[in-house]
Structure formats: structure tokens, C-alpha cells
């Protein structure tokens, strides 16, 4: 096999971005292009203000910066990256079903068979095409019917690659990643295809933590390793409501069996519940998979987590308008957080929206405010959940640059995002300028709760 010289990767987001910049900095023999129909997208990649850069990890500019220019491009000419390249990322979205057979539960992979036909139109010598976006299982066939079919005898072989990356931590999980899988088929020509992405992962990576599989168990380990980790988060969030109601603290419960060595202390912190792009929509996948081949009891067990979820966050919610004496109406509440997580300004499907929503159709108004998330995404936010015209969210959402003015004359503060630079905060000047009784609600129990009840707050945490 000859060694990957030329690299196409389709799609310049969460996971295509810094996985080609982290691949184009460790094989500096190898040219990465990363291509996107978005053209502001590709220009904010080749920003030269490196803060411009569309999405924000940590680490990420530099990667950027020391491979951009030199062996990696973003570029609008889809056609021409995928004609000159020997391998192809898919790395483009593959939301649920919004529409038809499986709507709100399969995964929509519209985008993908895009790619696959302009795949197969343009090629015109051989390729290794690699799925990175998260597929279901056995959409390696898909692919493999639309490829096989172009008439002109090039020859394609098709891996499986799923991305393990936590938003936050994304280049640090690349630069060490606990494992890669690569999946094929299972022949000559397949592990060959196979050896050579693995020749490129191993650049920086030892041998051991690059795993061969066939195709099969490489897409449906990425769809269980999110369904395992988004079970573990359900548990522990069950468990804070009964630490709730019994006086237990729900931290001393999670210290307590994470000291287990069978269990572990990882994915054991309560919250107000999982969001970003992937736990929620891989659950739904799954579930749909195992009710479309007739395993209803296996679907019912995996859908147990996304309701498990969605249950704590409206209770939540219910707790803030049961707190301020049953009515949010025209109450001011100051939200810190919109991003799902900290360090990342992704927020699809993140807590923060469902439970505004929740309060703003009791006429609350809410104060946002995020160090990486933008005002227009907060509002695209609560436009996507539909329960009200965009008017109506511009009443009742105002997003502020400064903590402090956010926090200025509200009833209550709702932690929404687990950022470090909330526990810093002057919260005695928060108190004295707020609304009397002064409430924190906080969703992500991050915030000293002596210190906090000291001052004069009314703490209310997750579980404790």
C-alpha cells in the first residue's frame, strides 16, 4: 500500500476541524484540505485572527496555526479536493429525522449520500473513503451502493472511523486518544485500505490503542460508547432527585460508589442533564435500530435514558418557578451558561435552552450570559424549539457581554454551563445588586455553597 499523501476531508465542523488540523500537524508529509459548501465557514477557518476561528476548543488555534498554510487548507472546491485526494473524510452532519419513516428518532444521512454521489461523480482514480460523522450501523452499504455504481471502474473501499472526541477537550483527545478504531472489510484490499489509516493515526499514536475491526462493529461501537456514557449521567441525575427528597447529598453518593473499582468515578456528576450534538441523537438512533429489527424491550431500556433526562431537566426548571412562589411571570432570571459544556461554544440540544423555554412560557425573562456563545445562537436556540415566534424570544431572551450586568436586578441566577470563571465571580457584588430574597439554582454544582449562603443567596443545587 502506498503511503496517504493527499487527504480530503468533507465537512468543516465540530469534529472534521480539528481532526484534520490535528492530523495535518502531526503528518506534515501529508496535504489536508478541509472542504465546506459554507463559504463563511471556510473563511473564518483561514481567518488570520486565529480567535475568529469558528469553533472554539482549547489548543485548537495553535494546531491551527502552526499547520495552516503549510500542509493544511481549508477550501470551497469540493470538486477538486475530492478528485486530487487518495483519501476522503465524511465528516458532515447526520441530525435526527425531522420528517417521514423514522422522524424525531433515525438519523437523517440525506448529507452523507450527498457526499457519496459527488464522491462518485468526480473520482476518477481509486479511493479510500472513511465515514467520521456517526452513522448507523451498516450504512457502509449505502455508501458501497452508490459507489460501486458509477460505471467508470474506479474502486473505493469504504472504513469506518467514529470520532470519541468530548467537546472542550478535543484536541487533547486527539493528541492522546484513548483509542482509535478503524473498521473494514474484511479482505486484502480491505486491510490494506485499513493499515493505511492506521499508518497516519500512528504518527503520534502508539500501535496498541489503534484497533482493526470489520465495518459493522466499528459504527455500532460509537453509537454504545455514547449510549454507555449518556446511562451513566441518567443514573446519577435519577439518584439526585431521591437524594432530594430523603436529605442525602447526591456528591457524597457519587464519591461513594465511583471509589468502586467495578464502577468508576468518571460520567458520576449530577447536573441539570446532557446536551450537545451527540448523546441524545445516538440514544434516539439506537432506539430506532432496535425497534426497526424488532427488539422492543432492548429500545425501551436505551429510550429509559433520553426520558430520564429530559425529566431532569424540567425539574429543574419546576424547582426555580416552585422556589420563587409559584410564578415567574415578569421575573427577571440570569442565566450563567448557555453552552452545553464549558470550553466549547457548540449548544445544540443544550440544557440551557429547554429549561429558558421552560421559564419564558411561564413570561419569565431571562438574562444569558456566555463567555463563547453568541447572541444569534441563543436565539436560533429557542427559534429551533418552536413554541414561540422569534418576536416573542426577543422579548423575553436578552443575552449580555458583562456577568455582572446580566446578574443586575434579577430574582434568581440559574448555572446552566460548568465555565471555571463563574466560581470566581465577586458574588457579594451579585447579592447587592439584586432582588430580595436573592436564589441560586445551581444546575451544575460548581458554586461554593457555604460562601454563597454566608453572603445571604438562597442555594439550591442538583441532588445536595
Given at each position: 500500500?502506498?503511503?496517504?499523501?493527499?487527504?480530503?476531508c468533507?465537512?468543516?465542523?465540530?469534529?472534521?476541524g480539528?481532526?484534520?488540523?490535528?492530523i495535518?500537524?502531526?503528518?506534515?508529509?501529508i496535504?489536508?484540505?478541509?472542504?465546506?459548501?459554507?463559504?463563511?465557514?471556510?473563511?473564518?477557518?483561514?481567518?488570520?485572527?486565529?480567535?475568529?476561528?469558528?469553533?472554539?476548543e482549547?489548543?485548537?488555534?495553535?494546531?491551527?496555526?502552526?499547520?495552516?498554510?503549510?500542509?493544511?487548507?481549508?477550501?470551497?472546491?469540493?470538486?477538486?479536493?475530492?478528485?486530487?485526494?487518495e483519501?476522503?473524510?465524511?465528516?458532515?452532519?447526520?441530525?435526527?429525522?425531522?420528517?417521514?419513516?423514522?422522524?424525531?428518532?433515525?438519523?437523517?444521512?440525506?448529507?452523507?449520500?450527498?457526499?457519496?454521489?459527488?464522491?462518485?461523480?468526480?473520482?476518477?482514480?481509486?479511493?479510500?473513503?472513511?465515514?467520521?460523522?456517526?452513522l448507523?450501523?451498516?450504512?457502509?452499504?449505502?455508501?458501497?451502493?452508490?459507489?460501486?455504481?458509477?460505471?467508470?471502474?474506479?474502486?473505493?473501499?469504504?472504513?469506518?472511523?467514529?470520532?470519541?472526541?468530548?467537546?472542550?477537550?478535543?484536541?487533547?483527545?486527539?493528541?492522546?486518544?484513548?483509542?482509535?478504531?478503524?473498521?473494514?472489510?474484511?479482505?486484502?484490499?480491505?486491510?490494506?485500505?485499513?493499515?493505511?489509516?492506521?499508518?497516519?493515526?500512528?504518527?503520534?499514536l502508539?500501535?496498541?490503542?489503534?484497533?482493526?475491526?470489520?465495518?459493522?462493529?466499528?459504527?455500532?461501537?460509537?453509537?454504545?460508547?455514547?449510549?454507555?456514557?449518556?446511562?451513566?449521567?441518567?443514573?446519577i441525575?435519577?439518584?439526585?432527585?431521591?437524594?432530594?427528597?430523603?436529605?442525602?447529598?447526591?456528591?457524597?453518593?457519587?464519591?461513594?460508589?465511583?471509589?468502586?473499582?467495578r464502577?468508576?468515578?468518571?460520567?458520576?456528576?449530577?447536573?441539570?442533564?446532557?446536551?450537545?450534538?451527540?448523546?441524545?441523537?445516538?440514544?434516539?438512533?439506537?432506539?430506532?435500530?432496535?425497534?426497526?429489527?424488532?427488539?422492543?424491550?432492548?429500545?425501551?431500556?436505551?429510550?429509559?435514558?433520553?426520558?430520564?433526562?429530559?425529566?431532569?431537566?424540567?425539574?429543574?426548571?419546576?424547582?426555580?418557578?416552585?422556589?420563587?412562589?409559584?410564578?415567574?411571570?415578569?421575573k427577571?432570571?440570569?442565566f450563567?451558561?448557555?453552552?452545553f459544556?464549558?470550553?466549547?461554544?457548540?449548544?445544540?440540544?443544550?440544557?440551557?435552552?429547554?429549561?429558558?423555554?421552560?421559564?419564558?412560557?411561564?413570561?419569565?425573562?431571562?438574562?444569558?450570559?456566555?463567555?463563547?456563545?453568541?447572541?444569534?445562537?441563543?436565539?436560533?436556540?429557542?427559534?429551533?424549539?418552536?413554541?414561540?415566534?422569534?418576536?416573542?424570544?426577543?422579548?423575553?431572551?436578552?443575552?449580555?457581554?458583562d456577568?455582572?450586568?446580566?446578574c443586575?436586578?434579577?430574582?434568581?441566577?440559574?448555572?446552566?454551563?460548568?465555565?471555571?470563571?463563574?466560581?470566581?465571580?465577586?458574588?457579594?457584588?451579585?447579592?447587592?445588586?439584586?432582588?430580595?430574597?436573592?436564589?441560586?439554582?445551581?444546575?451544575?454544582?460548581?458554586?461554593?455553597?457555604?460562601?454563597?449562603?454566608?453572603?445571604?443567596?438562597?442555594?439550591?443545587?442538583?441532588?445536595?
Amino acid at each position: 500500500m502506498k503511503k496517504i499523501t493527499k487527504i480530503c476531508c468533507i465537512g468543516a465542523g465540530y469534529v472534521g476541524g480539528p481532526t484534520m488540523a490535528v492530523i495535518a500537524k502531526n503528518c506534515p508529509e501529508i496535504r489536508v484540505t478541509v472542504v465546506d459548501m459554507n463559504k463563511q465557514r471556510i473563511a473564518d477557518w483561514n481567518d488570520p485572527d486565529l480567535d475568529k476561528l469558528p469553533i472554539y476548543e482549547p489548543g485548537l488555534k495553535e494546531v491551527v496555526s502552526e499547520a495552516r498554510g503549510r500542509n493544511l487548507y481549508f477550501s470551497t472546491d469540493v470538486d477538486k479536493s475530492i478528485d486530487e485526494a487518495e483519501m476522503i473524510f465524511i465528516s458532515v452532519n447526520t441530525p435526527t429525522k425531522t420528517y417521514g419513516k423514522g422522524k424525531g428518532m433515525a438519523a437523517d444521512l440525506k448529507y452523507i449520500e450527498l457526499c457519496a454521489r459527488q464522491i462518485a461523480r468526480v473520482s476518477k482514480t481509486d479511493k479510500i473513503v472513511v465515514e467520521k460523522s456517526t452513522l448507523p450501523v451498516r450504512t457502509a452499504e449505502t455508501l458501497r451502493a452508490i459507489l460501486d455504481q458509477t460505471g467508470t471502474g474506479v474502486k473505493f473501499q469504504i472504513l469506518s472511523n467514529p470520532e470519541f472526541l468530548a467537546e472542550g477537550t478535543a484536541v487533547t483527545d486527539l493528541q492522546n486518544a484513548d483509542r482509535v478504531l478503524v473498521g473494514g472489510e474484511q479482505s486484502p484490499e480491505g486491510f490494506e485500505a485499513m493499515n493505511a489509516l492506521s499508518d497516519i493515526y500512528a504518527h503520534w499514536l502508539p500501535r496498541d490503542r489503534i484497533l482493526q475491526t470489520n465495518v459493522w462493529s466499528s459504527e455500532l461501537s460509537k453509537l454504545t460508547a455514547n449510549a454507555f456514557l449518556a446511562q451513566r449521567i441518567s443514573s446519577i441525575n435519577s439518584l439526585s432527585a431521591l437524594c432530594e427528597a430523603t436529605g442525602a447529598n447526591v456528591e457524597e453518593v457519587s464519591r461513594a460508589i465511583g471509589a468502586d473499582s467495578r464502577i468508576g468515578s468518571k460520567f458520576l456528576k449530577t447536573s441539570v442533564g446532557f446536551g450537545g450534538s451527540c448523546f441524545q441523537k445516538d440514544l434516539l438512533n439506537l432506539v430506532y435500530i432496535c425497534q426497526t429489527l424488532g427488539l422492543q424491550e432492548v429500545a425501551d431500556y436505551w429510550e429509559q435514558v433520553i426520558i430520564m433526562n429530559d425529566f431532569q431537566k424540567r425539574r429543574f426548571a419546576d424547582k426555580i418557578i416552585t422556589t420563587l412562589f409559584n410564578t415567574v411571570s415578569g421575573k427577571k432570571i440570569a442565566f450563567l451558561g448557555w453552552a452545553f459544556k464549558k470550553d466549547t461554544n457548540d449548544s445544540r440540544e443544550t440544557p440551557a435552552m429547554y429549561v429558558a423555554d421552560q421559564l419564558m412560557n411561564d413570561l419569565a425573562v431571562i438574562a444569558v450570559y456566555d463567555p463563547k456563545v453568541k447572541p444569534e445562537q441563543m436565539f436560533s436556540d429557542l427559534n429551533y424549539l418552536n413554541s414561540r415566534s422569534q418576536s416573542e424570544n426577543s422579548e423575553l431572551l436578552k443575552p449580555f457581554n458583562d456577568p455582572y450586568e446580566a446578574c443586575k436586578d434579577v430574582h434568581a441566577i440559574a448555572v446552566l454551563t460548568e465555565w471555571d470563571e463563574f466560581k470566581e465571580y465577586d458574588w457579594v457584588r451579585i447579592y447587592n445588586n439584586m432582588m430580595k430574597p436573592a436564589f441560586v439554582f445551581d444546575g451544575r454544582n460548581i458554586l461554593d455553597k457555604q460562601m454563597l449562603e454566608k453572603i445571604g443567596f438562597h442555594y439550591h443545587g442538583i441532588g445536595r
